[in-house]
């Protein structure tokens, strides 16, 4: 299983990114997948995360901002970030489960963990 994450860089306060993660390796392209961030000096929290029907979760500070998607092939899921904060700032995962569900957005739940894109937000 392998997942590459892209698309992070620098940004001022109330601009846009949008990270890419590719995947590969599972046997079936149906697993629950999220993004999380780890800010500095702080744990590795849950962002956004969607299942095998489509379903979103969302941290509560990123609804309306943040948007999770996947392509059709559900190769590549997208995060795009909008009206960016500095509190947005951290290394961003991508991530997967074994499961098709998302119950949660906890880290400890899911298997699979991509190397990680840096996102800064300047004030």
């Known amino acids: 299983v392998q997942l590459v994450e892209s698309g992070g860089g620098s940004v001022q306060a109330g601009g846009s990114l949008r990270l890419s993660c590719s995947v590969s390796?599972?046997?079936?392209?149906?697993?629950?997948i999220g993004w999380f961030r780890q800010p500095p000096g702080k744990e590795r929290e849950g962002v956004a995360s969607i299942d095998r029907d489509g379903i979103t979760r969302y941290k509560e500070s990123v609804k309306g901002r943040f948007t999770i998607s996947q392509d059709n092939a559900k190769n590549n899921l997208y995060l795009q970030m909008n009206s960016l904060k500095p509190e947005d700032t951290g290394m961003h995962y991508c991530?997967?489960?074994?499961?098709?569900?998302?119950?949660?957005?906890?880290?400890?739940?899911?298997?699979?963990w991509g190397q990680g894109t840096q996102v800064t937000v300047s004030s």
């Open positions: 991530a997967a489960r074994t499961t098709v569900y998302c119950s949660s957005l906890l880290a400890r739940r899911f298997d699979d």
């Open positions: 390796g599972y046997t079936h392209n149906s697993n629950c």
